[in-house]
């Protein structure tokens, strides 16, 4: 039988989700009246959720669990759902149901009138402190303006893509992924489908403000020179304050100002500088460590248990 849909959802300590999710994309996906599958994910959880999975397979074969042997992290664990999938649409949902899996069928819409991706933009966000919202407005808005590629504000990893989308970025196996940000910038047709991000339904979020900030760095990194850039205009500005202040030092020393007698203004100088020098390094740090990663070659991720191919 050809799979028109699959349904991807990364899982990590998710045992109080799984039940409604699967019940809600199950219920979505059937009166679609297409064949789909729902690859579930088990991101090396420890709270009973790869038993779950087990389950939920074992009652119904379109449910195909992926089960890692350690954790791996959540943008591993959506690459290895496009590694698993096999229907003509995949789309990816988080588990903790803040996307409904009923506007689903809206990036559906728009994949049948020809778009190969449907994004799916938060107009609204529900149960989210004003620190979350404010610090997510700004990371979407620093990342579209730093980055070499046009990544739609507000979204998240929901979203729809076209078989062909998918074989392509599963060609790229960089490990420090972005997949919002990969998904932009392999082209194709897109459009924004804009709807209401829900509540979490049940648990604790597994993206706290550390896990964030290293998200942040991940896109940054991955898509932009914009650092070392800033590394350089540190060092042209420093030595422009040198190239201005020599006269103006010597003829403060030369009218015998007590202000720029002893060795204060030379330590001031020489921490300024060493304090530019040792940010410059630790952006080269960063990208240097990337590169390390990727030299060793190692796969991205282990598999445990995975659905045999029919």
Same mark, same amino acid.
């Given at each position: #039988? ?14 109080? @989700? ?10 979505? #996906?059937?009166? @679609? ?10 991101? $090396? ?7 779950? *999975? =087990? ?7 379109? /449910? =195909?669990?992926? !089960?890692?042997?350690? @954790?791996? $992290? ?17 789309? !990816? ?7 409904? &899996?009923?506007? *689903?069928?809206?990036?559906?819409? +728009?994949? +049948? ?24 407005? #700004? %990371? ?8 070499? /590629?046009?990544? &739609?504000?507000?979204?998240?990893? %929901?979203?729809? #893509? ?12 960089? =490990?420090? =992924?972005?997949?919002? $940000? ?5 082209? %194709? ?20 403000? @550390? ?24 060092? %042209? ?9 020599? &006269? ?7 009218? $015998? ?25 630790? *952006? ?23 659905? +045999?191919?029919?």
């Amino acid at each position: #039988m050809k799979i028109v849909y699959s349904v991807v959802a990364p899982i990590y300590n998710e045992l109080e @989700n799984l039940p409604e999710l699967y019940r809600r994309v199950k219920a979505v #996906m059937d009166s @679609n009246g297409e064949a789909w599958e729902l690859v579930l994910v088990d991101d $090396g959880s420890t709270d009973g959720s790869t038993e779950k *999975i =087990r389950e939920l397979a074992q009652n119904d074969s379109r /449910v =195909r669990p992926v !089960i890692f042997a350690r @954790n791996f $992290g959540h943008q591993i664990a959506i690459t290895a759902g496009w590694d698993y999938a096999r229907g003509d649409a995949i789309v !990816i949902i988080d588990a903790d149901l803040q996307d409904p &899996p009923e506007v *689903i069928l809206d990036l559906a819409k +728009k994949w +049948k009138e020809g778009y190969e991706v449907v994004y799916a933009v938060r107009a609204e966000r529900e149960g989210e402190s004003w620190f979350k919202k404010f610090t997510a407005s #700004m %990371f979407y808005r620093i990342i579209y303006r730093i980055t070499d /590629v046009k990544i &739609p504000v507000d979204t998240g990893d %929901f979203r729809l #893509m076209d078989r062909k989308v998918v074989d392509v970025l599963k060609q790229m196996r960089e =490990r420090h =992924r972005f997949p919002r $940000g990969m998904s932009a910038w392999v082209g %194709f047709r897109q459009v924004g489908v804009e709807y209401k991000r829900a509540v979490r339904f049940a648990g604790e979020t597994k993206y706290p403000l @550390n896990k964030m900030l290293l998200l942040a760095l991940n896109a940054i990194t991955s898509f932009s020179y914009f650092p070392l850039q800033v590394a350089t205009y540190f060092g %042209f500005v420093s030595a422009g304050l040198a190239i201005l202040a020599i &006269p103006v030092v010597i003829y403060l020393r030369m009218e $015998g100002s007590p202000q720029f007698t002893g060795q204060a203004t030379t330590l001031i100088a020489v921490l300024f500088l060493g304090g530019v020098q040792l940010i410059s390094l630790g *952006i080269l740090g960063e990208y240097i460590g990337r590169l390390y990663d990727e030299a060793k070659g190692r796969p991205l991720y282990i598999v445990r248990e995975a659905p +045999k191919e029919e």
